[in-house]
């Protein structure tokens, strides 16, 4: 699934299908053109290695494709016609990028217990004794070792 085949969809299936709304993906998209470094190839006389195959919304998609899918590597690799280690490096870095704009942050441990809205949930849980024969010598015969064969 490439970004030209999502780009038009209607916003609920946008989200169906990448898990986060059109919003949120652009926002993701100005955070990591924001961060990453310009190519060396839209600076004149420093074309260096071969052109990027992938926009940076292919390279989001992929990451998301990832989380929400459990897809591996070699799969979302196969789709985009790249190799496995460059689709893992995309992905890492995408990860670190989006992780120190602090935009997509979820609230941690603290905020959460500092909040107001808990709800309590209580669960009955009784132990029951399992009924198991009573253990005895009278009752466990022993077979001597010489009288096996």
């Known amino acids: 699934m490439k970004w030209q085949t999502i780009q038009n969809k209607p916003p609920t299936v946008f989200k169906r299908l990448i898990g986060v709304t059109q919003s949120t993906f652009k926002a993701m998209v100005a955070e990591v053109v924001k961060q990453s470094s310009p190519s060396k190839h839209k600076i004149a006389g420093k074309k260096r290695g071969p052109k990027p195959l992938l926009c940076v919304e292919d390279q989001l998609l992929m990451m998301l494709m990832y989380y929400r899918e459990y897809r591996t590597f070699l799969h979302i690799s196969a789709d985009y016609g790249i190799s496995e280690t460059q689709c893992w490096r995309i992905v890492t870095e995408l990860e670190k990028m989006l992780m120190q704009s602090k935009l997509f942050h979820l609230p941690g441990k603290k ?18 004794p399992i009924e198991r024969p009573k253990k005895n010598s009278g009752t466990i015969t022993r077979e001597r070792k010489r009288d096996i064969h």
Do not use: G, K, T
């Open 111 to 128: 905020a959460l217990q500092q909040s107001e809205a808990f709800e309590v949930v209580l669960i009955d849980v009784a132990e029951m």
